[in-house]
């Protein structure tokens, strides 16, 4: 390990490592409380996971919520985060979290200028059935973010390839959601977009990124990358990082954050992890596992919750797509559609594909007589009447879809030959699922009994948004694989305060680690949108509280 240097290149208070959520979080928050504060990044813009992000932060009982006329209460939050939990929380950090993060979006709203819409109508995951489900209103997004305030950052900050830009929840909603974006007024987009007005994770960064960098005037370095922690008696005391091929030494005189995300990037590490066969991401090609190499060399412990339900995809990579050099993964959400199914390579479908927390725990089902993942890989199978209606991935309707990733046919079993999956099995599985499809119905996996499905992906001009006979020919069908999204089931180990903690127990001084970096804990064995972006304000608030108390 990186010895303290004789003389810092660089000496402040708090080093914050990331440029994403947490990290500006906890850089603003420390720097109202009077410290020094510098932000070191990786990658070669501002912004991170959450820039590629919706943009929705989760917080039952929110200050937004009655301006839609939606109300709420702390318990029915706290009972709503334990159903998720699963019983993996930890109760005192699940309760700092429900304690802390309203006070803390008031206070970026307040002290940061950060425009908090809440967002009607789109519902809980498991509402209704779940104790403490809420209809709408938990979410918060942002308002437009002009993007000419970052000045010398508009160009430096990053712009998400997944979300629509330019559109803002409540207009998503209004123009049909994801199965209607044909429909959408692409006029008012291409206008918002001429004029940098930005929304869902590029505009939430862009107000946090703003009142960090532009207002309170605290320093971001980009392409610079840390490498090692610098330790003395103890206690982490700053880092070695690179800059232009250099070591570059950055003092900390109270400490250092780590909120670099997860190991998404990192195959290997996520495999193991994850417990999968393989793994890609949706997420920028920077979150390589540091924080996990970096805390082992410190003696961090490291913490984990169950992988089987957590935010986890399947999708594929549009030939050509790349971000920053590396392959773009896409996350499917064709199977939300009517006319689109998930099958396995017996042809059998096996989940509602509509619901993400139903198929990601029952693709990974393990056969233990035949030692296999009988529902590993998934295919996608729709027909001529998705493709007249529906996009897949950026092809619209019409557009002529690569053979390299969408194989044709005229028929299911020719289909099924192309794809490698059980020809005869194919045909039975959309003669039943058609008989029951043309009524609306589905039996068998309940597709569009949640409302959440049906409003962020469904088309309701159906019986059922979600469901639609694959009876017109020809037959498409595509090979899925595991898409992350940068929210990791490892982390590191952190206490009320988002200290790291050692292996024996004790917190490591001068060393805090928030957002992905931080073990889901607080959290527990289950997912529901926005409570990563959450999490990352939640602890970074926290975190930069910490920081700045009084000796």
């Known amino acids: 390990m990186a010895s303290k240097p004789a003389r810092w290149d660089l000496e402040v208070d708090v080093v914050a490592v990331g440029s994403g959520l947490g990290a500006i979080c906890s850089a603003i928050v420390a720097h109202d409380l009077d410290q020094q504060v510098v932000v070191l990044e990786k990658a070669p813009k501002l912004g991170g996971l ?7 932060v989760f917080v039952p009982n929110n200050h937004k919520m009655a301006e839609i006329g939606a109300t709420d209460s702390d318990e029915a939050g706290r009972q ?22 309203r006070p803390a979006v008031e206070y970026f709203e307040k002290e940061a200028g950060v425009k908090w819409i809440a967002v009607a109508g789109l519902p809980d995951y498991y509402y209704p059935e779940a104790p403490g489900t809420h209809p709408g209103g938990r979410y918060l997004s942002v308002d437009l973010f002009e993007g000419s305030q970052l000045g010398e950052w508009q160009h430096k900050t990053y712009l998400t390839p997944h979300i629509p830009l330019g559109v803002l929840h409540r207009e998503l909603y209004a123009w049909g959601g994801l199965a209607k974006v044909t429909e959408w007024d692409y006029e008012l987009i291409a206008e918002r977009i001429t004029n940098d007005q930005r929304s869902s994770g590029p505009g939430m960064m862009g107000y946090f990124i703003k009142a960090a960098m532009i207002d309170r005037g605290i320093p971001a370095y980009v392409e610079t990358p840390v490498r090692e922690l610098i330790t003395e008696n103890g206690r982490v005391i700053g880092v070695r990082a690179e800059r232009a091929g250099q070591d570059f030494f950055v003092g900390a005189r109270r400490g250092v954050v780590l909120a670099i995300g997860g190991y998404d990037m990192n195959k290997e590490m996520a495999r193991q992890y994850e417990a999968m066969p393989d793994w890609n991401s949706a997420a920028p090609p920077y979150l390589d596992g540091d924080h996990m190499v970096m805390g082992g060399e410190v003696g961090a412990a490291v913490a984990a919750v169950p992988p089987t339900n957590l935010a ?22 064709e199977c939300g559609c009517p006319h689109a199914i998930w099958v396995n390579r017996a042809g059998k479908r096996f989940c509602d594909e509509a619901f993400y927390k139903d198929y990601q725990p029952r693709v990974r089902m393990w056969d233990g007589q035949n030692q296999e993942m009988p529902n590993y890989p998934p295919f996608l199978i729709f027909d001529q009447n998705y493709r007249d209606r529906y996009p897949l991935g950026s092809f619209m309707p019409g557009t002529e879809l690569p053979e390299e990733l969408v194989k044709q046919a005229n028929t299911p079993r020719e289909l099924a030959e192309k794809l490698g999956i059980d020809g005869e099995q194919l045909e039975a599985t959309l003669e039943r699922y058609n008989r029951f499809a043309e009524k609306g119905e589905d039996p068998d996996f309940g597709s569009g009994s949640h409302p959440w499905s049906v409003r962020l992906t469904g088309d309701e001009s159906y019986p059922n948004p979600c469901v639609g006979p694959l009876n017109k020919s020809p037959y498409y069908g595509l090979r899925l694989v595991p898409v992350g999204v940068g929210i990791n089931s490892h982390g590191l180990r952190t206490n009320a305060h988002a200290q790291v903690m050692h292996v024996r127990s004790n917190p490591i001084p001068g060393l805090y680690a928030v957002g992905n970096s931080a073990a889901l804990l607080d959290l527990g064995g289950g997912y529901q949108s926005g409570t990563s972006n959450m999490r990352a304000i939640t602890w970074g608030y926290l975190a930069g509280q910490h920081l700045g108390r009084k000796a």
């Not at 959450?50 to 929705?56: H, S």
């Not at 995809?313 to 050509?320: D, E, R, S, V």
């Open 50 to 56: 959450c820039a590629y992000g919706g943009g929705e």
């Open 80 to 101: 709503y985060l334990d159903f998720l939990s699963a019983g993996f929380a930890d109760p005192k950090l699940l309760g700092k979290l429900l304690d802390n993060a």
């Open 312 to 333: 986890m995809f399947f999708g594929y990579n549009i030939p050509g797509e790349e971000h920053d050099g590396k392959p773009l993964y896409r996350t499917s959400w």
